[in-house]
């Protein structure tokens, strides 16, 4: 399984969270947690720092966790390689990339 499936899988794991009592629900949400957190302290993450497409591979609604984990993971790298505190990179562009009608 690659890196992203596994990401996939463990949110997944917290989908069925109307079938979960409020206990497990938590069970599982902090675990998920300390999945990601766990994998900070590994390098198998460098590929998705830099990979502009990988959200589009997560459902914000449904992987809030993994989507806002990875978003903030590509906010720190370019932090980190730029040495601004909100890269460029990052910022909403001046003008729409969409024609007006």
Do not use: C, W
Not at 26 to 40: H, I, P, Q, S
């Amino acid at each position: 399984m690659t890196l992203v499936s596994d990401l996939a899988a463990a949110s997944a794991h917290v989908h069925d969270s109307a079938k979960l009592s409020s206990g497990d629900y938590d069970r599982r949400l902090r675990e998920l947690v300390e999945y990601l957190r766990r994998l900070l302290s590994t390098k198998a993450l460098d590929t998705l720092a830099n990979d502009e497409s990988i959200l589009d591979r997560f459902d914000p609604a449904k992987d809030s966790i993994p989507y806002l984990f990875i978003l903030r993971l590509q906010i720190q790298t370019a932090q980190a390689t730029t040495g601004e505190a909100i890269p460029t990179k990052i910022q909403p562009s001046a003008t729409p990339s969409y024609e007006a009608d």
